[in-house]
Nanobody
């Protein structure tokens, strides 16, 4: 059963923008810290951004800070990632992930227990 579903990936030129979305059917969405991760070909999956379940505080990897914005809509149970000023090195499969309810998760994969299938983002030179 798929409870997280990413969408919005595609091909974009360097300097362009994309918005990724993650639709969810998880219980207690508003009580879960949510995150975005990505995995480039031949590389390990890495942390991109997270948004805490209380207060909406956000944290970003240094590589995307100032360019990406994570947000959530608790009324719609959705998570978004606005990506601006895209670079070729941003090319990867992007995954959304959910933490257990009430968990103050950070950048570690093991802190998230529900994952989407990923959506491809390709940034051309």
């Amino acid at each position: 059963q798929v409870r997280l579903l990413e969408s919005g990936g595609g091909l974009v030129q360097a300097g362009g923008s994309l918005t990724l979305s993650c639709g969810t059917s998880v219980q207690d969405f508003s009580k879960r810290t949510m995150g975005w991760f990505r995995q480039a070909p031949g590389k390990e999956r890495e942390f991109v951004a997270t948004i805490v379940y209380i207060g909406g505080r956000t944290y970003y990897a240094d590589s995307v800070k100032g360019r990406f914005t994570i947000s959530r809509n608790n009324a719609k149970n959705t998570l978004s990632l606005l990506m601006n000023s895209l670079k070729p090195e941003d090319t990867a499969v992007y995954y959304c992930a959910a933490s257990p309810p009430y968990s103050t998760s950070g950048s570690a994969e093991h802190q998230y227990n529900i994952w989407g299938q990923g959506t491809q983002v390709t940034v051309s030179s």
